[in-house]
């Protein structure tokens, strides 16, 4: 694509780094800036920055923070007894908006997927191994209901069973509002398999 200045194609390149940024919406995204006032754009630029020079992971359990041990580590509100295993920072952000959740979390960085090259040494599976058993009753196994989440699952769960720690993992099935009929076959089978009595 043929750009009249060198500014503007370097900041669409910029943009198309993104995940889920194709060329197009870089344009568009570019252009944007262009508008805004000066201000504006210098105030996103150190928001940027800001977030490359305060942001750091907790020592104790990878998620993302700003002080060392993150407020949930070191809330005494929280129950040291569960520890809920997620795979990235934003599935942290996603259980505490329910409010449901009062137990610690440990974040992997990622999924067991040996097509990517990514192993056991690449996730923070001994750091995990190191918070164990202590004062861990249980470990909730919270991760994506993929092939790589399963496969991470299972290998999670072989390694924490014979540490005598209980192991249970989020509960899988219909949406609240979905339709049967329009259901897959893996999603009923799985409903079906975690059916709550009542």
């Given at each position: 694509m043929l750009y009249t200045s060198e500014a503007l194609q370097h900041l669409v390149e910029e943009f198309a780094q993104?995940?889920?940024?194709?060329?197009?919406?870089?344009?568009?995204?570019?252009?944007?800036?262009?508008?805004?006032?000066?201000?504006?754009?210098?105030?996103?630029?150190?928001?940027?920055?800001?977030v490359k020079d305060r942001i750091t992971y907790c020592s104790v359990c990878s998620n993302i923070t700003e002080h060392d041990p993150c407020v949930i580590c070191s809330s005494p509100r929280r129950d040291?007894?569960?520890?809920?295993?997620?795979?990235?920072?934003?599935?942290?952000?996603a259980i505490e908006k329910t409010n449901e959740f009062r137990g610690l979390y440990h974040v992997l960085g990622g999924a067991l997927s040996p097509l990517d090259g990514i192993g056991p040494d690449d996730l923070k599976v001994r750091e995990l191994l190191n918070r164990l058993p202590g004062e861990i009753a249980e470990v909730i196994l919270a991760l994506n209901p993929n092939v790589e989440g399963e496969a991470t699952t299972i290998y999670l769960t072989r390694l924490l069973k014979p540490l005598g720690v209980r192991v249970s993992r989020l509960?899988?099935?219909?949406?609240?509002?979905?339709?049967?009929?329009?259901?897959?076959?893996?999603?009923?089978?799985?409903?079906?398999?975690?059916?709550?009595?009542?």
């Open positions: 993104l995940p889920g940024i194709g060329r197009k919406t870089a344009l568009r995204l570019a252009l944007f800036v262009l508008k805004r006032p000066r201000e504006e754009v210098v105030k996103m630029a150190r928001a940027l920055v800001d040291p007894h569960i520890i809920c295993v997620v795979e990235e920072p934003s599935d942290v952000m509960a899988r099935g219909l949406p609240v509002g979905g339709n049967l009929e329009f259901t897959d076959e893996a999603t009923l089978s799985r409903a079906l398999e975690g059916r709550i009595l009542l």
